[in-house]
């Protein structure tokens, strides 16, 4: 098939490339002129595992080509994608703007059937919209569907040559026999392609990851409540996760989610309720735990420096909001530098792919590290953010050799407490005891 996806960031890159891949001719097409030079000179401009061997394989076989020129992007093409920005307003809701611009645009350059796929995260009724500003100016035969994503930043490509299931909202046999051919390779183990109305299909992105931003925020107040009770979280979720009924994914505690889709996409059906005079009393406790949570961190921190951080060095290891992925929206290393930073403090930074985002809100405000143990001479204390796997098993003797102070706040759950306390460290994580005890009694006991 010839397909166009409109929209080159993470989205529309990784639909473009795994559509190239499967046999298919697409064209890219995008506004910024320096994106279009980057992606024609085969440099990927997002991070994103295994993307670029897909990426750079697809255009040497000229399967996968790039535009700026919409009228040219399109011509001759059986699918139009959507992959464009729908970014939270000031009252939460998303902006459609980009879309329906596009949408307006698109109706006169139209010269033979074609289904137009709405790939972005939109609210309810967005199909609708994007058909009518269509037909204002289109004088051929079109299909507007709504086929949203399910892609999870650091394992994208992983989602989408093998999802779940594919979501596609639509009430036309004829469209449902081409997108049965385009989504033929992606399932061919037997998952599902679920067909729906278009509005269904719309709310259903909502719908799953409103869902498991409440399972989230659920272990985090669980996991505040283990602490006061002298539980740990640890035990509390093996013990839940083991139900076939709950699952073992999602019941991680951490310092809150992040990123570019939960917190936008919670707002957005919260504010889709409004505007039907629905209280989403759940929706808004999400949303408040999430915001409370990015702050358990900074109030342990500032409990054990007697909120004194004036003067003090603190490193962080992960800047990201997630592992495997550049992207900080919303992540909760914006808030905890900020904080650090408004107190005095001194900050040294480091992640693997994160740092040019971050310098670029805080410039040279705090320092940036070339790898993990040069941001720890004389600091403090050391603060985890992000799980990254390179920090899982670090030189914890070096570690201890090249900080001021052994101390150390774990905001993933990374480390087992005994075995920090047993190697001198002050350890606090989330939702786990502090191991306190006189250590050769410890040390006896094992």
Known sequence: ????????????????????????????IDINENKIKQMKSGIVPIYEPGLDLLFQRNIAEGRLTFTQDLKQGIEGVDIIFLALPTPAGEDGSADLSYILNVAEKLGPLLN??????????????????????????????????????????????????????????????????????????????????????????????????????????F????????????????????????????????LFPGIGYGGSCFPKDVSALA??????????????????????????LLQKINKYFDNHLYGKSFAIWGLSFKPNTDDIREAPSLEIIQSLLEQGAHVIVFDPEAMRHIESVFGNTIQYA????????????????????????????????????????????????HYMFINGFHYESIGRPLISKNINQYQNEL
Not at 272 to 277: E, H, P, Q, R, S
Not at 375 to 399: G, V
Request: charged share 25%; hydrophobic share 40%.
């Open 112 to 217: 033979k059937y074609v289904v137009i796929v709405d790939k972005s995260t939109v609210p309810v009724g967005t199909a609708e919209n994007v058909r009518a500003k269509i037909a204002l100016s289109a004088q051929v035969e079109f299909d507007v569907v709504s086929n949203p994503e399910f892609l999870r930043e650091g394992v994208a490509i992983e989602d989408f040559m093998k999802p779940d299931r594919v979501v596609i909202g639509t009430q036309s046999d004829k469209v449902k026999a081409l997108m049965d051919v385009l989504y033929a390779p992606f399932v061919r183990q037997g998952n599902p392609i679920l067909y729906m109305d278009e509005r269904s299909a719309e709310l259903t992105k909502y719908a799953g990851n409103a869902f498991l931003a409440l399972k989230i925020s």
């Open 370 to 417: 070339p790898n993990p143990y040069d941001a720890l001479p004389n600091t403090d204390a050391l603060l985890i953010l992000t799980e990254w796997s390179e920090f899982r098993t670090p030189d914890f003797e070096r570690i201890k050799n090249t900080m001021k102070e052994t101390v150390l706040f774990d905001g993933r759950n990374m480390y087992d407490p």
């Open 1 to 28: 098939m010839k397909i166009a996806v409109i929209g080159s960031g993470y989205v529309g890159l990784v639909t473009g490339t795994c559509f190239a891949e499967t046999g298919n001719n697409v064209t890219c």
């Open 219 to 250: 272990m985090n107040e669980m996991a505040n409540l283990s602490e006061l009770l002298g539980a740990n979280i640890d035990h509390v979720r093996l013990g839940i996760g083991t139900d076939s009924r709950i699952g073992k994914r999602f």
């Open 271 to 296: 504010k889709m309720a409004v505007t039907v005079d629905y209280d989403f009393k759940i929706l808004k406790s999400v949303m408040e735990v999430n915001s409370i949570q990015k702050k358990v």
